[in-house]
């Protein structure tokens, strides 16, 4: 499973790539791996966290030794990490809900961060614990910088080739209360595509 998360994060890098290089159906390519990363961590949390083989995530023996706190922990940091996952897609996508996306998400994933980080520093034997602290502090450092950059900035390096979509978008971000013209940017957005 690390390998189809490496391919993931590499995949998403190309499509990000693309995007700036203003290569076709690079968002695509974004959404996609972005989709499949989140479903990564949102389904396979157990098995993937706590070691347990694929073929045994549904047999209750698999999880003896492993106390009920962890489990339902890895439970809450599977969903924070899909949530800031899709944060970010939603983001870099120019869609509605991805700064709550990315508030819930990161908030939760630094709470579990640091919950684990002092579990880290009790027990160092834990390279489980490493590896997951490890997934969650590079999720959350790529959340944050998604959340911190402004959408208008995104749009003027992704939609740099429609001066007229940048200009609109721009003037909607310093006027998001105005509703026709939210309307009008939806409508350009729908005719980029």
Known sequence: MKKI????FITFAIGLLGQIMLVPFSAEIL????NFLAILYYVFTLPYFLGV???????KSS??????KRIIGTIF???GLSIVIIGIMFKLLILPGAVEMLTIGTRGILAASLVL?????????SALNHFSLVRMVLILIIGYTVYLTPSNLIVQVFYRDNPEFVELFNEYYEHPENEELRIEVEEAFRNLR
């Open 53 to 59: 083989p694929i073929k045994r995530m549904f047999k």
């Open 63 to 68: 999880y003896e030794g492993i106390s009920k």
């Open 77 to 79: 940091v599977g969903f």
């Open 5 to 8: 998360e490496q391919v993931l």
């Open 117 to 125: 980080l002092i579990k880290n520093f009790r027990n160092k034997k």
């Open 31 to 34: 959404a996609l791996s972005l």
